[in-house]
């Protein structure tokens, strides 16, 4: 297996400070329209309450105010939201909130939706690691600019103690009689199946080997478009997974997810009947999570490593730096390598803003 084995222990987040997250837009605001897109930075604040904090001030709903992606509480990060325009830009730019600084702000045509954003550029610090494994940890970041990272759906996806999967069953099937109320919380439940299953697939594409290779009858991804094809073709198409410039695609089940053929669609069918049992009401489903495909790999660019403070007194710390594409975990990255601790916990609930359209 070619995945890279946990080398050392570490700990993250010990202050906001040492988990740095910059949102890269899709795109720059047109400077006319009816929405503001307002740019801020936060330190150990979820997104979920600057907005509520930001609506209440400026007297919208928060409803109204568009977010492309969620960023962690722990940590310092940089995102842009929209909001309605008759907010104003002097307005914007003058608010004064605690732990957020208001950075810019300009007029744009549409309301930005979940997943309006390129990525996220990352500035990590891993504090408590030993050093002995330095030589190592760059062996295993020189593998994953080659081969990518198995791209897992994290902790975040499955609620506390993971118990969002069995609480979407429970709702979906009308074994317990209660449907959230929110529409964003019904959402978040079926992302959490299409979630499980994901994770599924690709676990048992990590035991055969095959995450990162592209076999007859899988649904490929483009690395440089996105565009989306049925491999006929394997040998072709894995020697063009070797060379990242495509890559597998695992199930978000769903009445436009594009199906593969052949032994890729025999395991995922199995894997989904496994989780959802018999009966699974889809078409109820559908109302909250139409289906996509999402890269059982994703590729962390810009990636560079530095040892710091050795001569602090202090143990020293590495620093990583990389980009990641939209929907890909940080802490997916490092967790492919290091056994990772936290002195705190983050309490961020992320969106299902990450998966790969059909479209």
């Known amino acids: 297996m070619i995945r890279s084995a946990v080398l050392a222990h570490g700990l993250i987040r010990v202050q906001p400070e040492d988990f740095v997250v910059e949102e890269i837009p899709l795109y720059e605001p047109s400077g006319t329209g009816d929405h503001l897109y307002v740019r801020f930075r936060k330190r150990n604040k979820n997104t ?4 509520r904090d930001l609506a209440k001030l400026w007297g919208v709903a928060a409803r109204d105010i568009g977010v492309a992606g969620m960023k962690d509480k722990i940590a ?4 842009t939201i929209s909001v309605p325009g008759k907010v104003g830009k002097e307005r914007a730019l ?3 909130l605690e732990d957020v600084t208001i950075l810019s702000a300009e007029l744009h045509g549409n309301k930005l939706r979940t997943g309006h954003l390129k990525g996220n550029r990352f500035d990590i610090v891993v504090r408590d690691i030993d050093i002995a494994h330095e030589a190592a940890i760059d062996a295993a970041i020189a593998r994953i600019r080659e081969h990518g990272i198995p791209n897992y759906y994290g902790e975040q996806r499955f609620g506390h103690g993971g118990g969002n999967v069995a609480r979407a069953l429970r709702w979906l099937k009308g074994e317990d009689g209660r449907a959230p109320r929110d529409q964003r919380e019904r959402k978040l439940l079926v992302s959490a199946l299409q979630s499980e299953i994901f994770n599924g697939v690709l676990r048992a594409r990590e035991e055969d080997g095959t995450w990162n290779q592209v076999l007859e009858g899988d649904v490929a991804r483009k690395e440089d478009s996105g565009g989306l094809f049925v491999s006929e073709d394997e040998a072709t198409d894995n020697a063009r997974a070797a060379r990242a410039e495509i890559s597998p695609t695992g199930p978000m089940f769903g ?7 052949g032994k890729p669609l025999e395991l995922e069918e199995r894997i989904q009947a496994g989780i959802l049992g018999d009966g699974f009401p889809f078409a109820k489903a559908a109302d909250y999570g139409e289906g996509a495909r999402r890269t059982l790999r994703f590729f962390a660019t810009e990636m560079q490593s530095q040892w710091e403070g050795e001569n602090s007194g202090n143990p020293p710390h590495l620093r990583l730096r990389f980009v990641l594409p939209k929907g890909a975990y940080a802490t ?3 967790g492919s390598f290091l056994d990772l601790g936290r002195r705190e916990k983050d309490e961020d609930v992320e969106l299902p803003s990450d998966a790969v359209s059909a479209s």
Do not use: W, Y
């Not at 979920?48 to 907005?51: K, L, R, S």
């Not at 009445?255 to 053929?261: D, I, N, T």
């Open 255 to 261: 009445p436009k997810m594009p199906k593969p053929r």
């Open 332 to 334: 997916t990255v490092l």
């Open 48 to 51: 979920f309450d600057v907005v």
């Open 76 to 79: 310092v990060t940089e995102q």
């Open 94 to 96: 003058e608010t004064q």
